[in-house]
């Protein structure tokens, strides 16, 4: 009897997947689902008799018009750009040219945009882990708790190089690279002109920072007066020291060349956004015997700043410099969360590496956009 019974079970579990396929309609046309609303998804199972097909959707007088006819027996086709909140009508004729017959389907679909495209769930997931860390290593930092971050020689010799145009008598020139306001590079810049300008007003050294960019000029005078103020020496600080030069490119790095030739700084720093004249900056730099620091975001000129100066920030280091020079909870913890998003991506990486060679495939197309 249980024989029996095992073998009916067996047969009705081999019939049920039989019954949902033959159950499938033969052409459906739906909102495309998770989408802003511009998009219908169209499917079909023909017969295997069939041997061409034609879809088409009917206009605003109910005329139908063919747009999509690649046949396959088995398929789907998605089509975009339509209007949010429009009724579709569609047909799809199967053809057996070989018997001298076709068939007739018809479908509809009305578009309605989604609150959320669960498509891009994995990016959703990354985006809570990394915000996460970041929230609680901030979290870390406020309640005391010390955080790594690895020793950069090019700001460690901050002090070294502040002291030496101290001793000299000599000015401090810093320039924030070329670029605008809105290069985050720039950005990086002027939150290392901050405690370097605390440090130069502590110690009396003239402080000069020639701009190329008047937006630049602006946002550099409020980050050395704010600088000065916190240091006590309001008095000290000379707005004539930050100043505009030119906005032609060439025209900016002559002025800075003669500005170190004529004033002899003992300590330049370059950081920020540099191109062709990085160079022409740093080679002028190092004939005066200046100490040179300088860093910036363009890898194609870290070899030339490696070259003619005696530290350079490498990539992120320019961007890692505030945090590590003022140690403000806040900024290290958003530092050390952005490692953790980094570590997390490496190790995602390896593992979608191992999953492919196994032929998971899953893995990957969770993170193309399966995830919904």
Not at 51 to 64: E, F, M, N, P, W
Not at 67 to 90: A, C, D, M, R, W
């Amino acid at each position: 009897m249980k024989k029996i019974s095992l073998l009916f079970i067996t047969i009705l579990m081999g019939l049920f997947p039989l019954a949902i396929w033959a159950n499938q309609p033969v052409f459906t046309a739906e909102d495309m689902p998770w989408d802003d609303g511009t998009a219908v998804l169209l499917k079909w199972n023909l017969d295997s008799k069939a041997d061409s097909l034609s879809l088409q959707k009917a206009d605003s007088l109910g005329v139908y018009h063919e747009f999509f006819n690649e046949f396959s027996t088995q398929g789907q086709h998605i089509e975009s750009s339509l209007e949010i909140g429009g009724t579709y009508k569609y047909r799809l004729i199967a053809y057996n040219r070989a018997a001298g017959d076709s068939s007739v389907f018809t479908g509809s679909a009305t578009t309605k945009a989604q609150w959320f495209d669960m498509n891009k769930l994995s990016l959703l997931i990354l985006l809570g882990l990394v915000c996460g860390a970041i929230l609680y290593y901030i979290y870390l930092g406020r309640k005391g708790k010390e955080l790594f971050i690895r020793r950069i020689s090019g700001l460690d010799s901050m002090d070294e190089a502040i002291g030496r145009a101290t001793e000299k008598g000599k000015p401090i020139l810093f320039v924030p690279g070329l670029s605008d306001l809105g290069d985050i590079q720039t950005i990086a810049a002027l939150n290392i002109l901050s405690p370097l300008a605390q440090k130069s007003a502590e110690y009396g050294t003239e402080l000069l920072v020639p701009c190329r960019s008047s937006m630049v000029m602006s946002a550099a005078r409020e980050t050395v007066k704010e600088a000065y103020m916190q240091a006590g020496r309001p008095d000290a600080y000379r707005e004539e020291n930050i100043f505009y030069l030119s906005d032609d490119q060439f025209g900016f790095v002559a002025g800075v060349d003669g500005i170190m030739l004529r004033e002899q700084p003992a300590a330049n720093f370059f950081l920020g956004a540099f191109w062709a004249e990085s160079l022409i900056l740093t080679e002028t730099g190092f004939g005066t015997g200046a100490i040179q620091t300088a860093g910036t975001g363009q890898p194609h000129q870290l070899p030339f700043f490696v070259v003619t100066c005696d530290y350079t920030l490498i990539g992120e280091e320019l961007y890692a410099a505030s945090a590590y020079i003022s140690r403000d909870p806040q900024q290290l913890g958003s530092l050390k969360g952005h490692d953790f998003g980094k570590l997390l991506v490496i190790i995602l990486v390896l593992v979608g590496v191992v999953t492919e060679i196994l032929g998971w495939g899953w893995f990957k197309h969770f993170f193309e956009g399966g995830g919904g």
